[in-house]
């Protein structure tokens, strides 16, 4: 009898634990809905001094950096993409068991769905994250309709079907960390220019639309939370190409957070707001209703500054608690250098950035390039970022770190160099048989095979290939112009 | 309520937990308010059906023993077949019978009859009728003495694991078993462990191959003009796989979750497929069902100690009826004239066989003289089931005129076969699970032991590698989740 018992107990034992395996290589491991909250789970109790919830309209548009470099405020984005109302109103109830915000900011975005429940993706982007409680299943039972809720309360239906899609970052988990969402507070930085024509001018209405059953409902919910738990509330809706119907819902919105005290509502999508903000359609936005790296400076400065002018904010900066919130900002400044990189198309200003970043940099220069009339100007830009040139012959390759050369080279000998980029990467540059110098990185050949100067950057800080850039040896001339390779 | 849904994932272990807890003189009575509570998660209207069949065969039980005479006693089988029999013409064959009638009038300028109402076939309801109906029989006989206990009764008719899609039980074996549930040991680990093992297995084939196959099969048999010979040859051999998985799944889990709870229900199908003649097919599928047709049809027609025309019309009469049985259209009737005539054939033809082996010294103890009769024996029965699969006569004429006009042997070369409903990751995961179950069958084939009985006698570490193989293969491969509605099993229609 004892031994049956024995054997019972392992057999469930190696099952809940073959479960647990099976559960975290198989679940979701959404950047723009779960991640977030399970990256919000990791702060510090009682740290986080505004809370942010929303959609993308949240997690895209307003700057953790910004806030926190020109205004010192600890801000928190616990958002998920295309959030509908409902599932912001648990995500405020998840955050306020573990943060006590000065004041709460809700891009009130999900309002304008008009349906009851979502498709299917945005369901499990909206919920999965949560730790279980009854709230999570409240929030399940609120998402979807009741036939679908054993799928969505037990998980597993949803995602067994995963593996035909299962990557590294699905066994190692640090692998998405790095590249994407360390310490980033919930924002996801948009970068490149959408340039569009502002909205027509009928949008600075007054006209309601009514709200849907549901989400006036959780509309209220929210208003009434806050209210309860005696939080400033402040409701925004933040610029973008909105269509008229939309901002009915937005003036529904404004006349019912006039019943609550303590609540406020911040409509950007006006022409005197687009003014105020110096917002310019043609530049500022990554897409039709995102902002990109300059507007989320615009938008989140005049934001940061309501925020500071309106509630009690403590200034956090130079507190060494608050460390992660320094690394953020490093994050996005890092970010937004990237971006600057890849938009670079002079070779004078490229070599210039990439001497600024935490990049490695492989230089290959063929030996047709020796030719050219200005390949020895070239050679001494190229010093700089330590490849000396003069001291190889024919294809000369350098690699180096941060400006610092590791290896120099050419094809005169065979070689071949390779090093762990991180867990994953392996760069290795090498002799080619039959002369001239292969870059590969992962597996894969990048270098142009033509004439002239072939740069391959390697972030270093989010452990991934940034850019593949070549500038070509043509008509006597390395050409300052980048192609991509 | 299937038995891959998450009502039964919740049913099952609460039935389970119960049964083992209350008092022993409870058993029965809490079985059959959970049999009857499955029924009724269909249609709960169902239930009065199959308890207005579980009176008359009751009481035709009850009235058996007190009639005076053969022709009285007859007479009370007769009014319990006809009554029995009028239920299930009427809720299964009505439509099928009307509108034939209606070809008929409308060919001789006859206006068509209009349906007066709509009918919905109840679940199971052939199923529970043979298995009522085998109860008269078998107390007629005298075979066994008639159930004084109405519940114990109700519950040999409508005990949930085997209610809506068999194996059809008997009373000599079933109802036998009910009258001892209070002397059941519940707490026996083998036992237990061993129904659970056939139920895993059970939803392993439904859930991983026949809910995957089933994609090849739907996409070719519901377009098949636009398919040549070897896709629609392809669909037919991943139809008889679907089927036997279906069925046989199942009949698994309806076995296993039975004995979960101590009882033993009979086997209903032994590797069909490894069937060297269709004689010994039909001894190999669908086991219950051919027995009782063999036992309640053809014997009492005359068998085969009776003339030889004779004897082949009481082939043909069996296995006509085996085809309406499973369904109320042309092509399961005529899937059931294929396999009479194979039988019929296979009589006709056997002493010339015998003598044309003689002749030529044919080494028919070979493996490859066993492997050909496997072969043809498989050809056959897959010739059959496109009359079975095929929605009407004219598309099973058109599969099979498409098989023999449309050569496309390129497809083998040229990823079409990729094209059919499965990617290649599934096609692979496909392949996989089907030798997982060959092996499963060759273990039967061989030893002769099922896949519970096997793993018993095996080292604990191969045992639970195997059990977390199967269920791993139905957690991660397994056809369920959003955007799929848990198919219903192919015989519940039956």
């Known amino acids: 009898m004892r031994r049956k018992t024995a054997k019972i107990i392992g057999f469930f034992l190696v099952l809940a634990l073959s479960l647990g395996c099976f559960h975290r290589v198989f679940q979701f491991k959404n950047t723009s809905g779960n991640y977030l909250v399970t990256a919000f789970y ?7 001094d505004v809370m942010c919830f929303g959609s993308s309209h949240a997690f895209a548009n307003i700057s953790t950096a910004v806030l926190w470099e020109d205004y010192g405020i600890a801000c928190y984005e616990l958002c998920g993409a295309s959030q509908p109302i409902w599932n912001t109103y648990y995500y405020v109830k998840e955050a306020l068991k573990t943060q006590t915000p000065k004041v709460l900011v809700v891009d009130v975005h999900g309002i304008t769905k008009y349906v009851d429940y979502l498709e299917h993706s945005r369901i499990i982007q909206n919920t999965y994250g949560l730790r279980p409680s009854w709230d999570k299943v409240e929030n399940v039972m609120a998402s979807a309709p009741k036939s679908s809720w054993p799928d969505y309360l037990l998980e597993y239906p949803t995602y067994h079907s995963r593996y035909t899609e299962l990557g590294r970052s699905d066994f190692d988990p640090s692998a998405l960390v790095g590249e994407y969402y360390n310490d980033w507070k919930g924002f996801e930085l948009l970068t490149g220019v959408y340039p569009m024509e502002k909205p027509r001018e009928a949008i600075n209405t007054d006209r309601e639309v009514e709200l849907t059953e549901k989400t006036e409902k959780y ?155 200005n390949f020895g100007e070239v050679s001494e830009e190229l010093k700089a970022c330590g490849f000396s040139v003069d001291e190889t012959a024919g294809t000369g390759v350098c690699v180096a770190e941060n400006g610092e050369r590791l290896f120099q080279a050419d094809d005169s000998v065979a070689f071949t160099w390779h090093r762990q980029t991180d867990e994953s990467s392996v760069l290795t540059v090498s002799a080619v048989q039959d002369g001239g110098i292969s870059v590969n990185l992962n597996r894969t050949d990048y270098a142009a095979s033509g004439e002239g100067l072939y740069i391959l950057v390697y972030d270093l800080r989010e452990n991934k290939l940034l850019d593949s850039a070549y500038f070509a040896a043509a008509d006597g001339l390395i050409t300052d112009e980048k192609t991509a390779a | ?156 008719v409508s005990f949930f694991p085997q209610l809506v899609a068999g194996p059809i039980e008997r009373s000599k074996n079933l109802l036998s078993q009910v009258d001892r549930v209070e002397e059941f040991q519940l707490w ?85 497929y490894a069937a060297r003649s269709i004689r010994e097919f039909w001894a190999r599928w669908h086991i219950s069902l051919s027995s009782w047709l063999k036992d309640y049809l053809y014997i009492p027609l005359g068998g085969n100690r009776c003339s030889r025309w004779k004897n082949y019309r009481n082939i043909m009469v069996t296995f006509l009826v085996s085809g309406l049985w499973h369904g109320a259209n042309w092509t399961f009737i005529v899937w059931g004239a294929l396999h009479g005539l194979y039988q019929i054939a296979g009589k006709i033809l056997g002493p010339a066989k015998e003598k044309f082996n003689r002749r030529f010294a ?133």
């Open chain 1, 42 to 48: 990791r702060e510090p109790k009682n740290s986080v």
């Open chain 1, 219 to 373: 509309l209220r919910a929210i208003l009434e939370l806050a209210d309860e738990r005696g939080i400033p509330l402040l409701l925004i809706s933040a610029p973008y190409n909105l269509l008229l119907r939309e901002q009915g819902y937005y003036n529904a919105a404004a006349r019912i957070t006039q019943e609550y005290d303590g609540a406020v509502f911040l409509n950007f999508n006006s022409y005197p707001m687009y003014d105020e903000l110096g917002l310019d359609f043609q530049t500022d936005f990554a897409d039709s209703i995102h902002l990109n790296q300059i507007g989320t400076k615009k938008y989140t400065g005049y934001l940061g500054k309501y925020l500071k002018e309106h509630y009690d904010i403590p200034d956090r900066r130079g507190d060494s608690s608050y460390a992660s919130y320094d690394a953020m900002a490093e994050n996005c400044a890092h970010r937004i250098a990237n971006y600057e990189l890849q938009q670079e198309k002079d070779l004078d200003g490229y070599l210039e950035k990439l001497q600024e970043g935490d990049y490695l940099a492989v230089y290959r220069i063929t030996g047709g390039s020796r030719e050219t009339a």
């Open chain 2, 1 to 156: 309520m299937v038995f891959n849904s998450y009502h039964f994932l919740i049913f099952f272990p609460i039935v389970i937990a119960v049964y083992f807890v209350i008092p022993r003189k409870l058993r029965y009575l809490w079985l059959l308010v959970a049999s009857y509570y499955f029924y009724m998660s269909w249609n709960p209207r169902y239930a009065v059906l199959i308890a207005l069949s579980t009176v008359i065969t009751f009481l035709s039980g009850l009235l058996l023993p007190r009639a005076r005479g053969t022709a009285a006693k007859k007479l009370v089988v007769a009014g319990s077949f006809l009554t029995n029999l009028g239920i299930l013409a009427f809720f299964k064959y009505f439509d099928f019978l009307l509108s034939n009638l209606n070809l008929l009038l409308t060919s001789v300028g006859i206006s068509a009859i209009q349906k007066p109402f709509d009918i919905i076939l109840p679940v199971g309801i052939s199923f529970y009728t043979f298995q009522a109906l085998s109860y008269t029989v078998d107390v007629y006989r005298g075979d066994i003495q008639p159930e004084k206990n109405f519940f114990r009764y109700a519950l040999f």
């Open chain 2, 188 to 272: 026996d680990y083998e036992r237990i462990t061993r129904g659970a093992v056939l139920m895993l297995f059970g939803l392993f084939q439904k859930m991983v191959i026949a809910d995957r196959i089933s994609a090849v099969v739907d996409q070719v048999y519901n377009s098949y003009w636009m398919y040549g010979s070897i896709e629609l040859l392809l669909a037919t051999v991943c139809f008889s796989a679907q089927i036997y998985c279906d069925f046989g799944s199942y009949s698994l889990i309806a076995i296993g979750a039975a004995r979960v709870m101590g009882f033993d229900l009979m086997e209903n199908f032994n590797v069909p």
């Open chain 2, 362 to 494: 044919v080494r028919t103890g070979t493996f490859s003289y066993r492997l050909g009769q496997r072969i043809v024996t498989f050809a056959l029965v897959n010739f059959a089931w496109i009359f079975f699969r095929a929605d009407t006569i004219r598309g099973a004429l058109g599969v099979v005129r498409r098989i023999f006009t449309s050569w496309d042997p390129w497809v083998l070369f040229d990823q079409s076969l990729y094209m059919l409903g499965l990617d290649q990751t599934e096609v692979h995961i496909l392949l996989a699970a089907l030798l997982l179950l060959f092996l499963a069958d060759l273990v039967r084939c061989k030893k002769g032991i099922t896949l519970d009985v096997f793993l018993e006698g095996e080292c604990l570490w191969f045992r639970w590698a195997c059990i977390f193989l199967l269920f791993y293969f139905i957690l991660i491969f397994g056809i369920y989740g959003p955007a799929f509605e848990a198919k219903q099993f192919i015989y519940f229609q039956f």
